[in-house]
């Protein structure tokens, strides 16, 4: 456990020392996770049970 912790404090430093790189990938997997969710609401909407 005491691994785990080490590692999220490593990448908590890593993502803080490159603000913009974190903003670009945090809003990629947000965009990806909404394209995602839209077209399977649509697909679940217009499919026939």
Same mark, same amino acid.
């Given at each position: 456990?005491?691994?785990?912790?080490?590692?999220?404090?490593?990448?908590?430093?890593?993502?803080?020392?490159?603000?913009?790189?974190?903003?670009? =990938? !945090?809003?990629?997997?947000?965009?990806? !996770?909404?394209?995602?969710? =839209? !077209?399977?609401?649509?697909?679940?909407?217009?499919? !026939?049970?």
């Amino acid at each position: 456990m005491s691994f785990l912790w080490q590692d999220l404090q490593y990448s908590a430093r890593s993502l803080r020392r490159s603000p913009l790189f974190s903003m670009i =990938a !945090i809003l990629s997997l947000a965009l990806g !996770i909404g394209a995602n969710t =839209a !077209i399977f609401t649509l697909l679940d909407r217009y499919s !026939i049970r």
